[in-house]
């Protein structure tokens, strides 16, 4: 049974959405520098903090963790009207938590309506037993907030 969930849990990560199949190994933390580069060359200035504990989260969790940051780097250089963006990727006790803020004035002071890819991103972090928050900041700016177990086993 447990194994049975944990393949649920793996297709629902990597589905891609659009039907579409690939032989390509899914990225994973050592793929975010090339990442963020894609960023910068958008024109954004972008800091990276990564705690070394975070690549002893298990394979599912480091994916899901490229994927937030993948997903909040495309709303920076699609909505964000920001000029420095803050990704942090550091290890809390059994979790691995993911931020990723901008400072930004985005389009509206309000949240968006949950479009694809904040509720792909929700859907991924849920499936391994975490949470996802995204919201506009007190002072401007966003901020994307994950917290995923570093072992699917811990999730309980």
Request: one cysteine or more; aromatic letters at 2%.
């Amino acid at each position: 049974r447990e194994a049975t969930d944990e393949i649920r849990a793996l297709v629902a990560v990597l589905r891609s959405g659009d039907g579409r199949t690939t032989t390509a190994p899914a990225p994973g933390l050592a793929d975010l520098d090339e990442l963020v580069e894609g960023t910068r060359a958008a024109g954004f200035d972008v800091e990276v903090r990564v705690d070394d504990d975070v690549t002893r989260s298990s394979d599912i969790a480091q994916l899901t963790a490229f994927r937030v940051v993948q997903e909040s780097l495309t709303n920076v250089v699609r909505h964000s009207h920001a000029e420095h963006v803050c990704v942090e990727l550091r290890a809390a006790g059994p979790d691995l938590v993911v931020e990723v803020s901008d400072d930004g004035a985005g389009l509206h002071r309000t949240p968006p309506a949950v479009g694809h890819g904040l509720r792909g991103m929700l859907e991924r972090v849920e499936t391994l037993g975490g949470r996802l928050e995204a919201g506009p900041e007190p002072l401007g700016g966003w901020t994307v907030r994950a917290v995923v177990p570093r072992d699917r086993r811990s999730a309980g």
